[in-house]
């Protein structure tokens, strides 16, 4: 059909995290992150003429209403709809399903917010008859994510993207992400990420309210500067291979982000015990191997195991030998880097 605009969009996993908003939906501090392969939201949007009556939007979620979602997005394109004046003007018909499950430590809304905000940017092109250049239109298009979800501000690109006023960058910005433009060396270019499954049950706390934490947080300061600071390091070691650097950082973010949480009023503890004894299984296969091996965490209980594809089977018998046992069902999900959104129709 002519009005049927189709974006697969990824997820994303932070290696510098964004914990702490201010203004609308602006960060703290800069953050830095992977986009992922295989876990993307597909979201297909059918638009046509607005009549009197007619329901503004129509959403279907993997086929099936879904109201409390639907409100969600409801809301966000009324709030867009002022860079988006098309908005005003037509009905939506939007259906959207994942790759990969729910709660499984994959933030759907990065994937999610960042493909609607694509088929929106696309719609208004599509509306005005004219490309905008593509700069500008992923451009728009991270603003527009980031109001959703700021995370999906960065799944607008692939391989790593930062979002954030970032030292020594001219071009970074609060508002948007920008692709991460360094020389990167080829140990991170196809980087691997198995999700381990420690727990699955629904989040104790939702980023908004995660996020709110670091309001008067005793440590709040000491965090922003602290991303800051890894944010500088982390940038050179993906250009230089330095993979000891690397890991140091990303599990520095990992850890920090749950002792923020640990340490805040009120306070959660999202890791789980095999959590715990995973991460002590993963640095002593570290220090007996010396393989370039790390792992991180985004607000949940779920290990991000993050390695060079070379390394692929020995980390796989790793994981079948030693971490298994730990897993919720022995599952895992098998990710890596990825090259960025896909226009499908
Ligand atoms: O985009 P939000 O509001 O869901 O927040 C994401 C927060 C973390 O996933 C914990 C970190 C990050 O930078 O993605």
Redesign the pocket.
Known sequence: MKNTIIWESPS?I?LI???GKTGIQLPCNP?L?MSLKHSVSRFELTYSPIKGGDKKLIYLFEGKENKAFEAKLSKFIDSVSNDLPCLTKYQLKISSSNTFPHSAGI?S??SAMSALALCLCSMQEAIDEMEMPRDFFLQKASRIARLG????SRSVFGAYAIWGETEGLSNSSNDFAIPFKGNIHPIFKDLQDTILMMDSSPKKVS??A??ALMKNHPYADARFQQARLNMSELMPALEQGDFDKFSSIVENEALS?HGLMMSSNPSYTLLKPNTLIAIERIKDFKDKTQLPITFTL??GPNLHLLYPKENENVVQNFIEQELIELLEDGKYIQDGMGDGPQRIR
């Open positions: 994303n932070a995290k964004y914990w953050s992150s933030a809304s990065a979800s700021g995370s999906a980023s908004t995660g996020h982000l985004d607000a």
